[in-house]
């Protein structure tokens, strides 16, 4: 059974740095891309952007652009998200997901929807 | 950025009703819209992806239209487990974004 398993909730003060992880189970990397995606107290959702862990390459909102770092480490399953600098609206719960991919062409990859889902880490910021 | 605009914010029903949730987009987004369940402390859900595909194992009972930019997410028949907050979502262009969501209730 394919199945995301990110980190524990984390408790930060504004200015600190975090990594959260999501582990991925069954083969759930391999060729597909992974997306973050947050939810705020009391708000809707929210992509980040999305990592494609066999290369690294990432492709990020650009609202979080600069706010956040995604990297993977293929070899084990795992996506990483990455803060350098903690800020209190950086609290929320992040999820990660595997996106189903549509087609490739020769300029663009189309994408389906976020057919697995992480049980998402609760990142709370608070001084 | 592509707008979602969802509606309606939340809806009162009963077991065995149908509703339907509505999403239009800003722009044109093929058929790259899917729709996800969200229950309270638990990861959203695909149900619909590319606008009307149902992913499997995803009961029946949801459906998915689209027309142009306008997209509509129907449960016939209302069960109890139904009632959770829905979200459109468009993956055609980054940033992919959400509707506002939809909050079903008893």
């Known amino acids: 059974e394919v199945q995301l398993v990110q980190s524990g909730a984390e408790l930060k003060k504004p200015g600190e740095s975090l990594r959260i992880s999501c582990y991925g189970s069954?083969?759930?990397?391999?060729?597909?891309?992974i997306a973050w995606v947050r939810q705020m107290p009391g708000k809707g959702l929210e992509c980040l952007g999305i990592?494609?862990?066999?290369?690294?390459?990432?492709v990020y909102s650009p609202s979080f652009q600069g706010q956040v770092t995604f990297s993977a480490d293929e070899s084990n399953s795992t996506a990483f998200l990455q803060w350098a600098s903690l800020k209190d609206s950086d609290t929320g719960i992040y999820y990660c997901?595997?996106?189903?991919?549509?087609?490739?062409?020769?300029?663009?990859?189309?994408?389906?929807?976020?057919?697995?889902w992480g049980q998402g880490t609760t990142v709370t910021v608070s001084s | 950025d592509i707008q979602m605009t969802q509606s309606p914010s939340s809806l009162s029903a009963s077991v065995g009703d149908t509703v339907t949730i509505t999403c239009r987009t800003s722009q044109t987004i093929s058929s790259y819209l899917n729709w996800y369940q969200v229950k309270a402390g638990t990861a959203p859900k695909l149900l619909i992806y590319d606008s009307m595909s149902l992913k499997s194992g995803v009961p029946a009972r949801f459906s998915g239209r689209r027309s142009a930019t306008t997209f509509t997410l129907t449960i016939s028949s209302l069960q109890p487990e139904d009632f959770a907050t829905y979200y459109c979502q468009q993956s055609f262009n980054m940033p992919w974004t959400f509707g506002q969501g939809t909050r079903v209730e008893i």
């Open positions: 997901a595997r996106v189903v991919v549509a087609m490739t062409t020769y300029d663009r990859v189309y994408y389906y929807g976020m057919d697995v």
């Open positions: 069954g083969n759930s990397f391999t060729n597909h891309w």
């Open positions: 990592i494609h862990p066999e290369d690294s390459i990432s």
